[in-house]
């Protein structure tokens, strides 16, 4: 399989994971793929039942399995896209996917100074209990912020 339907294969379970609908009518979230184009991120993705509440995402999608110890996936973020992250007032996080099995993801936030990711941990498996958590954390940032934009040049 050559890298971009990896990386392709990646996206398309990305966004099956994000929308899986856990017991309810309607998913958790509403992943938008951003572009090929898009510097470090791939999609923003919107809590769906509050769309004006979103996060960034970067997926890494893989055929090359497990450290040895099996606790974690490897792929790997280098430190420009770790940094760009970080400088974002935004949420921001990596998914890393296994293109080998369907429904095998793991999240991890990438919102302070850290170095690179040289591969990511397990420990943080997409499921039900992981996007609820997620939906409540993108929640929180976005109610605890006045986001008003007020005295701008631009009003009458």
């Known amino acids: 399989m050559a890298r971009e339907d990896i990386g392709e294969r990646g996206q398309w379970l990305f ?18 793929f951003l572009g090929d184009k898009y510097p470090t991120f791939d999609y923003i993705v919107e809590v769906v039942d509050r ?4 996060f960034f995402v970067q997926v890494k999608g893989t055929r090359l399995g497990y450290t040895t110890e099996g606790n974690r996936l490897r792929v ?29 993801g793991f999240l991890l936030s990438v919102n302070e100074p850290r170095g690179g990711v040289a591969s990511l941990t397990t420990r943080f498996r997409i499921d039900c209990g992981v996007l609820e958590r997620l ?13 008003t934009l007020a005295g701008s040049h631009f009003r009458e």
């Open 76 to 104: 790997q973020v280098i430190q420009d896209d770790v940094d760009r992250m970080v400088a974002c007032p935004v949420p921001a996080y990596v998914v890393g996917i296994d293109v080998n099995e369907i429904g095998v």
């Open 135 to 147: 939906r409540d954390e993108v929640i929180e940032f976005w109610s605890s912020r006045d986001m």
């Open 15 to 32: 966004s099956l994971l994000m929308t899986e609908f856990c017991g309810r009518d309607t998913p958790f979230f509403r992943p938008r």
């Open 51 to 54: 769309p004006s509440y979103f």
